[in-house]
């Protein structure tokens, strides 16, 4: 409830700010499930507000000022699918005014603002779920059990390229004059590799290239972080952006441990075309499980296993997923405490890869107990 108001229903009042990708898979997850109720939509633009109201084929009342949406609509939560470098604002701004949060990843455009938020949370007592969608995918979960399986210490190597044109890419440039593609992007792939190793990151090494003049000064459009852990597990990715980049090899998703090795081995969303398609960042379609055991004879013991999932929701279902379960925190007051560390380590590892490339140094790094719950 806000501070203001009462909810004469049962549902959660939500105000959706953003309506882009993310923004507009929010917005239809929130019309899907009866435990919400749209109140209103702000954007940047009318033009986009009207957009996604006529693709949820409703009239709810449209903003381009977020203060002057929240004073108007009185919500009981908020959804934060904007720009990184606005959402320690709207975060806090909303919890002040007694909402609950859902905020799109990264938390926030850096560590000192996504502690912010977290601190902002737990002084309110309100909700914040932060956009963790391969939490919600039952295959990156197969995934991260198997690897937990494989022995330590672990290999973990992730990439995820884009081949960006047309407006994928203005959005790209957009993005990019406020984080890079290695914290944008990262913060999904260093929580994974947080969750298997349930290891304390300590040491990261992060290098980059700016292959366009098309960004802001001081900006890059290619990235790559190594990170270390407390057990001896290794991991690295990588993230690139921009229609210089090559759709080769765009989709490395490798786990490698004493005991053999596990890859996500998605066909069609490592095709051609595919690498900017973000319906296709979160397809799974199968998992290879190699046996690194031999036999006497020297040879392997085991055939490699394909594990293959009925339980494959696409990206909007996936969105669905994450607001039951942003829904869930609220009602049965669940706590996440957890899952807000977690959401500030993984910001400082991408954070430490990018100060490393500025600087050329190796970052030790400080982070939370509570690593990859």
């Known amino acids: 409830m806000t501070a203001s108001g009462t909810n004469t229903t049962n549902r959660v009042r939500i105000l959706c700010v953003g309506a882009g ?16 109720e749209i109140v209103g939509i702000c954007t940047r633009s009318k033009e986009s507000g009207a957009k996604l109201n006529q693709e949820l084929g409703s009239d709810y009342p449209t903003y381009q000022d977020f203060d002057e949406a929240l004073e108007a609509t009185q919500p009981d939560a908020v959804c934060v699918s904007t720009w990184p470098d606005t959402h320690a604002r709207f975060v806090t701004t909303a919890l002040k005014a007694g909402c609950h949060v859902f905020v799109e990843k990264p938390l ?5 603002a996504a502690e912010e938020i977290v601190a902002s949370a737990l002084a309110t007592n309100r909700k914040v779920v932060v956009g963790y969608i391969l939490r919600h995918h039952p ?13 330590k210490p672990l290999v973990m190597r992730m990439n995820l390229n884009q081949s960006s044109s047309g407006a994928t890419w203005e959005t790209h440039k957009r993005l990019m004059s406020t984080v890079s593609p290695i914290v944008d992007c990262g913060v999904h792939y260093v929580d994974v590799m947080c969750q298997m190793t349930g290891s304390r990151p300590v040491r990261v090494s992060g290098i980059g290239a700016r292959l366009t003049d098309e960004l802001p000064e001081g900006m890059v459009n290619y990235g790559q972080l190594q990170v270390t852990f407390e057990d001896g597990s290794v991991g690295w990715y990588e993230a690139g952006w921009g229609p210089m980049m090559s759709e080769t090899a765009f ?10 090795a596990a890859s996500i081995v998605a066909e069609e969303a490592s095709s051609k075309g595919q690498s900017d398609n973000v319906d296709a960042h979160t397809k799974t379609e199968s998992i290879r499980l190699h046996h690194g055991k031999l036999d006497a004879e020297g040879t392997f013991a085991r055939d490699d ?26 009602q049965e007051d669940n706590d996440l405490t957890a899952h807000l560390q ?26 939370n107990e509570t690593v990859g719950t």
């Open 342 to 367: 977690d959401a500030v380590n993984s910001m400082k590892i991408v954070a430490a890869a990018d100060e490393s490339f500025r600087t050329g140094k190796t970052v030790e790094l400080q982070t």
């Open 139 to 151: 295959s990156w979960n197969r995934f991260i059990e198997i690897a937990q399986t494989l022995g």
């Open 305 to 330: 296993e394909w594990i293959h999932l009925e339980d494959e929701p696409d990206h909007d279902g996936l969105c669905h997923r994450e607001q039951q379960f942003f829904l869930d925190a609220i």
């Open 251 to 260: 989709f490395v998703k490798d786990v490698v441990g004493p005991n053999g």
């Open 21 to 36: 990708n993310m923004g507009r898979s929010h917005a239809l997850a929130y019309q899907a499930i009866d435990g919400f």
């Open 108 to 112: 926030a455009d850096s560590v000192e």
